[in-house]
């Protein structure tokens, strides 16, 4: 099948699972997510979608989120939003479902599903407050520019390859200009998005953000000193940009309607632009040196002890939503460095949990549907894309996700020593992580010393999850209800139960007869446990 027709025949299966073209209100997607906003989220058939030979696994926050992979997910969206364009052309009957879908998963690991529902659904009511809020407005501002500071990134790599091999000398100046051109005009795009994410014009974002990369600040001073083109960089254009959307927003309220299309952009970007040059650039430029400098010494005098609870600690902030407020971060440090150190240390907790999931492939033999949900999660996991392995296997166990964080601590800890004893690793972009990091490493000491630290530091956190997950991710209940074959009906093991209620916390009680909509289409009815963790 040709790469197009499997693209469009990937985007016709998942339509009707969604509950068909009237169901979907929006189509967005990242680098490895289809993010859909939906009309009615019973519609969805999780469990199809998941069955999907394409599909990596289902994420319900904000958006639906249906984890595709890179690569695939920028070729199946555009197909699937040429499918809801058609369907609604032919006026299809609202909340048309296929008939007949079955899920096709085992028994245990629609349990393990069903579990991994319902602590998403918690997860996502603690996430809904302001602060949590703020953090993902955040993330969508810089998620749309990961796919330029990925090409970008990989072309800078490539380019300090033949400029260390002396190789091809006329075409690398070339190569320069094309990874430093977006790099040079980030806080622009910065500021668009920013605007455009905060309810304002795009268009006035990126302008006032536009002032910070201008040459001709350099004939400005302010606080007693001239400024400098960037000055303030990724945070500045953030500042700016937000207050251009309150200076726009009270420009409307105030300002004639027959004057407001010559007034209010004109307000607009000479109040935000004063402020900006005279106030913003300067905060902002203080820190952004102050982050760097931190990050530096931070790893330089504790790299070990830093990239230890850096690593243990990333998997529960992104459950917590709290890792979004990293992205600006990493952003600054790649505009000032030219790569991020944190993201390589993050990078293990990734490395840790494939060590975790590989584990319980072991030590679950009997149990045929939790192995081949492992075995097919497992290569999106080594590529960085860990949402299938979290939520289908570690996390609703509860023990296993716990020793996967220790085994991302043991190798963030083991880069973060390198990074202490003067060897830098890191990424000159954010987004992937696992395997697909490698084209994007950067460091001091050559890339061939950054590329072996990285790989050890993976190795370490492979054997750290998986030792630590053999020995100590499983208590005697929790194999004597998972080590079983999963062969007999569904009915004869939902009326087993739950063999540890009391050592186990209750997910919030369901009282509904029928399925729940954020429990991944499993009954609670007939989920034979729905523990969000296992200790």
């Not at 299966?13 to 009237?22: E, Q, R, S, T, W």
């Not at 879908?101 to 603690?126: D, F, M, N, P």
């Not at 091999?165 to 051109?181: D, E, F, K």
């Not at 149990?367 to 996390?395: D, H, M």
């Amino acid at each position: 099948m040709a790469t197009e027709d499997k693209n469009r025949a990937t985007a016709a299966a998942i339509l009707p699972l969604v509950g068909g073209a009237a169901n979907v209100a929006s189509i967005a997607h990242c680098m490895t997510r289809l993010r859909l906003g939906l009309h009615d989220r019973s519609l969805v058939d999780d469990e199809a979608l998941k069955a999907l030979p394409a599909v990596m696994g289902v994420v319900d926050d904000d958006t639906y989120q249906i984890v595709l992979g890179p690569g695939t997910v920028a070729r199946v969206t555009p197909e699937f939003e040429q499918l809801v364009d058609e369907a609604r052309e032919a006026a299809p009957a609202p909340g048309d479902t296929p008939a007949g879908t079955a899920a096709v998963t085992a028994v245990s690991a629609e349990e393990l599903a069903a579990q991994g529902a319902a602590i998403k659904a918690q997860r996502k009511a603690k996430n809904a407050t302001p602060f949590k809020l703020f953090l993902r407005k955040i993330a969508n501002i810089f998620v749309p520019l990961i796919p330029a500071l990925i090409g970008c990134g990989i072309i800078a790599g490539l380019n300090g390859l033949l400029v260390n091999l002396q190789w091809l000398p006329a075409v690398t100046p070339a190569l320069a200009a094309m990874a430093s051109g977006f790099m040079a005009l980030i806080a622009v795009f910065v500021g668009y998005n920013t605007a455009k994410e905060f309810g304002g014009t795009p268009i006035l974002g990126g302008a006032v953000a536009a002032i910070i990369v201008f040459p001709g600040v350099a004939n400005i001073d302010a606080f007693g000193q001239t400024l400098s083109p960037g000055q303030g960089g990724v945070l500045g254009a953030l500042g700016a940009a937000v207050l251009a959307v309150y200076v726009e927003k009270w420009c409307r309220r105030w300002v004639p309607e027959a004057l407001d299309v010559l007034v209010t952009p004109t307000l607009t970007v000479l109040i935000s632009g004063l402020v900006t040059i005279f106030g913003l650039m300067y905060v902002a430029g203080e820190v952004s040196s102050a982050i760097g400098t931190f990050a530096d010494w931070l790893l330089s005098n504790g790299g070990a002890g830093a990239g230890f609870v850096l690593g243990g600690l990333f998997l529960p902030l992104v459950m917590l939503g709290l890792h979004q407020a990293l992205i600006p971060i990493h952003t600054t440090l790649i505009e000032q460095q030219g790569y991020t150190v944190l993201l390589p240390i993050l990078a293990m907790a990734g490395a840790g949990q494939v060590g975790a999931a590989v584990a319980v492939y072991f030590r679950l033999p009997r149990n045929e549907s939790i192995r081949r949900t492992i075995k097919s999660a497992l290569p999106a996991g080594l590529l960085g894309v860990g949402e299938p392995l979290i939520y289908g296997v570690s996390l609703p166990l509860g023990r296993p996700f716990v020793t996967a964080c220790v085994g991302g601590a043991f190798g963030a800890g083991f880069v973060g020593l390198f990074n202490q004893l003067g060897d830098t690793v890191g990424s000159t972009a954010i987004g992937p992580s696992g395997w697909a990091l490698f084209p994007l490493l950067d460091g001091n000491h050559g890339l061939g010393s950054t590329i072996a630290i990285y790989a050890g530091g993976l190795l370490v956190g492979y054997v750290a999850g998986f030792v630590a997950t053999y020995f100590f991710g499983f208590g005697k209940d929790l194999l004597a209800e998972f080590n079983v074959s999963q062969e007999p009906a569904p009915s004869t093991v939902a009326a087993q139960g739950n063999p540890h209620p009391a050592t186990a916390p209750a997910a919030p009680a369901d009282t509904g007869s029928g399925p729940d909509p954020d429990s991944d289409g499993t009954d609670p009815g007939t989920s034979p446990a729905k523990d969000p963790a296992r200790v």
